[in-house]
């Protein structure tokens, strides 16, 4: 019920996926920390079993064509 009428410019991209690694862009109006928790518990969630992960909030060099906050997620 909170996520109603979004516009069309806010939203999670993931901008690149490979091998224990994604860089994800979040162009939301919520505050940095708050993505970054909800990132990481997602991370935890579904990881591969015994496997350490970390989320790290990095510079966005893309901000042009995806604008907001960056985060690497990496685990394995």
């Not at 996520?3 to 901008?15: A, D, L, M």
């Not at 690149?16 to 990132?39: I, K, S």
Request: hydrophobic share 40%; aromatic share 16%.
């Amino acid at each position: 019920m909170a996520h109603r009428n979004i516009p069309s410019g806010e939203n999670f991209t993931i901008v690149e996926f490979r091998l224990n690694f994604m860089l994800v862009m979040a162009n939301t109006p919520y505050p940095a920390d708050t993505t970054y928790g909800y990132l990481w518990a997602i991370a935890k969630c579904f990881r591969p079993l015994n496997t350490t992960f970390s989320v790290t909030r990095v510079e966005n060099l893309v901000a042009d064509e995806y604008p907001g906050n960056a985060y690497e997620i990496r685990w394995g």
